[in-house]
């Protein structure tokens, strides 16, 4: 088929002109629809108020070490914390240090540890923390906490009358939380004056540590009132 078939009636005139109409009308079409409804974020509202669905898609990294000390003895336990691409924010940043003092001739004689927190190596304004625990019971042990991002629990909300570019600035972790979070944990060897029967003598004890970090991505989508 050559061009003069293509137009040889008036209506195969119309449907040429149609076409190559529509093939222009389309892709200018898409160029300009983000500059007429907004910038970045989900359909194009970023600095639309509106309502809102909030989600965040969590990613958890975890490390874990068993160390065995005596008492007075100090392990520095060290976690580093790498920056992610600018789409994830950091949650948190946790340390748990477990112990189960299972070795003991008695009553009295429950082992402990004691914890402390250097964060000069980590970007960002953070509080030291000081903690301790025992390792008997169903408490056992410690744990400490920093929340990088300001009031961060990870559950999901709908929220109104906002726009996507505040949700964004409210869930910023502003950069921070980077580098080496370390945790110097001391035990606490609590063991009778001289030999027992079977000549046990509780002189260390094993403590399990595990760091958790929280990476999370915002998800936000659009809620529509259907009546």
Known sequence: MDFQDLVDTPRKIKTLVGTIAFLVAFPVYFAIMPS?????????????????SVAFEENI????????????????????????????SIGFVEIVVSCNDNDDPGPGFTDSADGNSDLSGVSGDFSDQSASGNC?????????RWDVTPNYSGEGY????????????QWDDGGFGIGEWVVGITADISSPPGPVIGDIVDSDEDFDITWNV?????V???????A
């Open 158 to 169: 709908e929220v109104e009358g906002t726009s996507i570019s505040e949700i964004e600035s």
């Open 136 to 144: 008997g019971g169903g408490d056992s042990g410690f744990s400490m």
């Open 220 to 226: 936000i989508t659009p809620v529509f009132d259907i």
């Open 36 to 52: 007429l409804i907004g910038e970045t974020g989900p359909g194009g509202f970023s600095s639309s108020s509106g309502s809102w």
């Open 214 to 218: 929280v990476y999370y991505e915002l």
């Open 61 to 88: 990294v975890s490390l874990s070490e068993t160390v065995n000390l005596e008492d007075g003895e100090t392990h520095e336990s060290i976690f580093e914390v790498l920056e992610s691409d600018s789409s994830v």
